[in-house]
Every structure is written in C-alpha cells, then in structure tokens.
C-alpha cells in the first residue's frame, strides 16, 4: 500500500494516477471533506507574524485558488535535471487550462488591460481552469466556487477513491517512521487516538509547512530555503466599477522582478477608511514577487524576512500598479495598500537538497511532492508546476513498481 499524506494538488493527482493504476493507495487528511463551497471555512488561522493564505482541508488551498494555470518553472527546473515538459502539456489539457471567453471580463478587468497597453506594458489573459459554462461571475474564487466552477483537487480525490483509493479525514500524521535507511511507516492521530500505520512507500504531500514540520519531527533535516510568494493588493476608489464581483485575476502582466493581476481585497475598504466607499467602488491590482529564500520553519513556526531586494521587487511593482490604476480612473488620492502576505510557500524540501531528482528522500520510499520541493520561488502561482512535477513522480513509481519501494500486500489499511 501507498500512503500519501496530504489531499492538496501534490497528493491528489498521485493518488488519481496511482489507483487508476490498480495500486492500493491510501490518502491521509488532516482536515475534513468539505463542501467546496464552504471552504473558505477552513483558512488556517493567520499568524501574528505572517499572514499566509492557505486552507486545511480535503483539496487543501486548491479550493480557493484563484483557478489560475500558469506554466513555470520549466526552465527552472530543468537545471536540475527535472524535465517536466511532457507533464505540463498533460496537466494543461487534464484541468483545462486555457483563457477565458471576453464574456467573463467585467469592467475593471478591461480597464486593467486598457490601462496597462496604454502605458507601455502587455497584459494578457490569465490562463485559467475554470469552466466558463458554470461559471458566474461573483468574484468569489477565493471562498470556494459557489457554482463548483473550476478544477480543484477535491476532483481528483473523488476519482482516486472511485478506482479504489481509500481516504482518511480529518486525520493528522504526526511522524514518518524510519527503519536503517527505508520508511516503514507514519504516525497519525485524530479524535481516536493515535497509532502507526505501516507502508514502505510514502509520499509526503502536505504542503511546505507541514510537510517540513513532519520531516522535522521524523530527525530529518528539512524546513530551511523557505519562499512565500510574498504580494500587496494596492487599489483607489472609481465609484460602481463593480470589480468586487468580477472573476478574480482575469489578466496578468509578467514584469521582471513581478506580476501584476487585477485582485479585489476587503482589506483595502477597511484602509480607504471612508465608509461612503462600497466594495463596489474599488479596483485594485496584486503585486507578487519572487521572493529570496532566505525563510525557515522553527519548532513549527515561521520565521520569514524580507530581504532589500524583496522591498525594492514589492516597490517597483507597486509604482507600476500606481500608474496603472490612475491611468484607469482611479482616484489618486484614494490609493491605499494591504498588508503583506504570503501566496505559495514552499522550497523547504528542495530538490537537490532534501530530495533527489526522482523527489525521494535519503530514506528509501520516502517522497516528497508539493511545493516544499521546489527550489526557487516562483514569484506566480505553482498549482500546474506542481501537478507536473507530481503526475511525473506516479510515472515513476507506476514504471518501476511500487513493490520495489514498499511491500503492498502488508495489511495495513484498517481504519483508525
């Protein structure tokens, strides 16, 4: 049996292609199965040192992901020797990613893109996996899609148990259990207690934090070269614009330390500070960075600074969503920002530090396959890099037989 330890988009495609496959897998959630809709229900309580946006759940962040499919890291990783080529192109067209019809753009996108061209820039259409057939505009992509609109990775969990995989929620693994120099297993606990539950292949998928906590807690060196993906909201005031209720982050700009997509954030009506000012009255860009990965997780918590580089990245972004938005319309006067929080964590199991090019660990059977892999930030949203770098991992545990990384006749698969 294959134990996978995380629901996220890492676990899930594993899981999809591994019991499709005829081979017993076993998934392991540390939140519950939730209604997609009511996902935002389940965003992890932010920390007084740093905001990460991030859910614990069956599906886990992918549900209130923006439905963003942006294709990188190919040429970054491929000087690590990681071809992941092949597995984009599959990725793309098993999530459907493509640019949405004109008739899901809403005003302030079109002012967005209008604004941009007319001062220089090339903003294009986000690549995007949701379906336009469900899809109603709302903007609320990052609270669940009432209308189940896009792709998450609640999708592919359901396939992985229709072939056959086993789930169990709200469920926390605790400790990966070594031997000499090979898994043996993991340590869980939930509302019944806690126990060992035995398999000599597991993958590790429960996202950068976690999983380096879990590696932590196992004696195994992780948690350090850590990246957020750190982004400001900055938007001012054009009365009815009605961006609030568009789909979210229809349109990118590509900049060379940045990115730029419309995002509508609460947080700015509360910095207006003027309560004549409706939600409906705001347009506002993302900034995002590829941040230094000078991050790491302490006795699990995160410790994070931002490096010069950093602040100057977030300023020239910020200056060039500015000029965007007065050229838009927007009232100078009314320009306010967010505070700075964290989009994508991951690099805390970096391949050619933590894990090998095949994703395993120095202990053989272990694998890691979620953005704790990643050895450089990616300064945009990694959930098509990551299926990649996954859907390429059940490939090779698929060709080379899972029975040469664990014994999968043991039983071990009774429920908690």
């Known amino acids: 049996m294959v134990l996978i330890i995380g629901s996220g988009v890492g676990g899930a495609i594993i899981g999809m292609e591994l019991a499709k496959s005829n081979i017993s897998v076993t998934i392991i959630e540390k939140g519950p199965f939730c209604d997609v809709n009511d996902s935002y229900k389940y965003y992890d309580e932010v920390d ?61 996108t079109k002012k967005f893109i209008e604004a941009a ?18 899809c109603k505009p709302c903007g609320k992509c990052a609270w669940g899609c009432p209308n189940d609109a896009k792709w998450s990775s609640q999708d592919f969990i359901k396939i992985a148990i229709e072939n056959g995989a086993k789930l169990i929620d709200n469920t926390e693994v605790t ?12 340590k869980v606990k939930n509302s019944k207690g806690s126990k060992i539950i035995e398999s000599d292949t597991v993958i590790l998928a429960a996202g950068a934090i976690d999983s380096a906590i879990i590696l932590q807690n196992s004696g195994i060196k992780a ?34 330390n940045f990115v730029l997509a419309p995002h509508y954030s ?40 931002n490096t010069p580089k950093d602040v100057r990245f977030l300023a020239e972004g910020a200056a060039t969503a500015g000029a965007i938005l007065v050229e838009a319309g927007v009232d100078p006067k009314t320009i306010v920002s967010t505070h ?75 429920n908690l």
């Open 340 to 414: 700075l929080r964290g989009a994508h964590p991951g690099g805390t199991a970096a391949i050619g530090d933590v894990v090998d090019t095949n994703l395993e660990t120095e202990f053989k059977g272990l694998f890691v396959s979620d953005a704790s892999v990643i050895p450089e930030a990616p300064g945009a949203p990694p959930i098509v890099a990551i299926l990649a770098l996954s859907k390429r991992l059940s490939k090779y545990l698929i060709k080379n037989g899972v029975s040469n990384f664990g014994d999968t006749n043991k039983k071990n698969s009774e």
């Open 48 to 108: 007084d040192y740093l905001d990460l946006s991030k859910t614990t759940c069956v599906g886990g962040s992918s549900v209130v992901a923006a439905g963003n499919g942006v294709r990188i890291l190919e040429e970054e990783l491929a000087k690590y020797n990681v071809n992941i080529s092949k597995e984009l192109d599959e990725v793309e067209e098993l999530i459907g990613v493509h640019q949405m019809d004109d008739s899901h753009f809403g005003e302030g």
């Open 175 to 186: 400790e990966i259990i070594t031997e000499k120099d090979s898994v043996k297993g993991v």
């Open 117 to 134: 061209k007319s001062i220089g820039l090339s903003p294009i259409k986000m690549p995007k996996f949701i379906r336009e057939e469900d």
């Open 266 to 305: 609460v947080i700015l009506n509360n910095n207006v500070n003027d309560d004549n000012i409706k939600k409906s009255d705001i347009l506002s860009i993302m900034v995002k960075i590829p941040d230094d990965n000078h991050g790491k997780i302490v006795n699990g918590k995160v410790i994070k600074e």
């Open 223 to 256: 948690g350090e070269k850590l990246f957020i993906d750190p982004f400001v909201t900055v938007g001012g005031v054009i009365k009815d614009i009605n961006y609030n209720s568009e789909v979210t982050m229809n349109a990118l700009i590509v900049g060379g």
